[in-house]
């Protein structure tokens, strides 16, 4: 099983950039990751050759646009193993997939009924939730993370009783990087009669959304965390949920008929999507999932494990270095503090020497109190980075090391 990481770098033309006089090694793929040229060629190409707006136009423009961006929702629906391609949803991205749902969500709920989310989630995936309870009356309550990084089953399971409405989790942690059990723990929601929905942020990302093996109602993801152009995300959900789930915003396509005191929704999926769409965006989404769908799955993952293993074992030989979050199954993502200095002023010293990481706290404040850290440090590995780009950082990390003490 071979892997040409160096065939696959030629792809991205960013990575042929320098940055502060030093080649740049991008380690920041958990936040976005960089695009291929094929995508980026797929949004010139529709701002060139077919610029026009989808379903209404008789013209040709508007009738090669509408069949690039339907298109794409095929290939999504693909992608994911939606059984339906009414199920596929275009959104701006994740945090409004979310959004969607929990504006639903909050109309639905009473107060007794309670909604559960977890001590990982990212923010989009717990203020919405929040707010949706407070204004129902109902209740959130949370699953714990152990010490190793991973949501803590038994205490899960306890949360699970009649109230329980609504459930929530990430398929993997931003920040640890852990891959939780998704299918396992939407079983034993469905015992109770919940809703599920998956933060697929960064699962989706690694070819894992795989929405009826799961089990799932709702699946939400980001097109420029798998390659694509920001702007432009999709929420899937079931059939039998959406058709009845309450609309989001009104205007435009999500219209079937109106009256001047009235209006009717039109079908899935296009009664969630008003206005305008991102077509250009949803053209880009779709070749970029074309083309990660066309790479050998089995020896991207051994690749992207391969980095991990490379990182976390110069991590753990790294003097002051403490790696947060060591979950048995985990992506490459490598979250971490250094004694010398606070992540900030880490993040600015890599930065000089071209070295691109994420640090703060990371969109999971509540999950840096767990760890009883202001923030971290984290480096995250994708199918174009190399040992190379680890011992890079490593490198720049001991001269940062070295200007800290």
Not at 47 to 52: A, G, H, T
Not at 298 to 307: F, I, R, S, T
Request: with cysteine; hydrophobic share 45%; glycine share 8%.
């Amino acid at each position: 099983m071979s892997f040409d990481v160096v065939a696959i770098r030629e792809q991205f033309p960013i990575l042929k950039r320098q940055v502060n006089g030093k080649p740049l090694v991008y380690l920041d793929n958990a936040a976005t990751t960089q695009k291929p040229q094929c995508v980026i060629d797929a949004m010139v190409d529709y701002y060139s050759n077919c610029n026009s707006n989808v379903h209404r136009g008789a013209h040709f423009l508007a009738d090669q646009a509408t069949r690039g961006f339907e298109n794409a929702r095929d290939i999504i629906q693909q992608f994911i193993n939606a059984p339906k391609r009414e199920e596929v949803i275009w959104t701006t991205g994740t945090t409004e997939s979310i959004n969607i749902v929990a504006n639903g969500l909050r109309t639905l709920l009473s107060p007794g009924d309670e909604v559960i989310a977890t001590e990982m989630d990212h923010h989009a995936n717990l203020v919405t939730w929040q707010h949706a309870c407070k204004e129902a009356g109902a209740t959130l309550r949370t699953v714990p993370v152990n010490d190793a990084g991973e949501l803590d089953q038994a205490a899960y399971e306890s949360l699970l009783n009649e109230n329980t409405k609504f459930v929530a989790f990430p398929h993997v942690s931003n920040v640890l990087g852990t891959i939780n059990p998704v299918k396992s723990m939407t079983e034993k929601a469905k015992q109770v009669d919940a809703l599920v929905l998956v933060d697929g942020a960064q699962g989706a990302a690694h070819g894992w959304a795989d929405v009826q093996d799961i089990g799932c109602d709702f699946y939400a993801f980001s097109a420029h965390k798998i390659y694509g152009p920001m702007g432009i995300g999709v929420l899937w959900g079931k059939e039998s949920v959406l058709e009845n789930w309450p609309v989001w915003r009104t205007g435009g396509e999500m219209i079937a008929t109106v009256t001047l005191q009235d209006a009717t929704w039109n079908v899935l999926p296009y009664r969630f999507e008003a206005g305008t769409p991102n077509v250009g965006g949803a053209i880009a989404m779709g070749e970029a999932v074309r083309w990660f769908s066309a790479l050998n799955q089995d020896a991207v993952l051994a690749h992207e494990n391969a980095l991990l293993a490379y990182a976390t074992e110069k991590a753990q030989a790294f003097e002051g270095l403490t790696i947060i979050g060591n979950a048995i199954n985990k992506i490459g993502v490598l979250s971490f503090v250094l004694e010398q200095g606070h992540p900030a002023d880490l993040g600015f010293l890599l930065d000089q020497q071209g070295i691109a990481i994420r640090t703060g706290d990371l969109c999971a404040q509540p999950l840096m109190s767990r760890f009883n850290v202001p923030g971290t440090a984290r480096a995250s590995f994708s199918i174009y980075n190399t040992f190379d780009d680890i011992d890079a950082l490593f490198v720049a990390l001991n001269k940062a090391k070295t200007m800290l003490s």
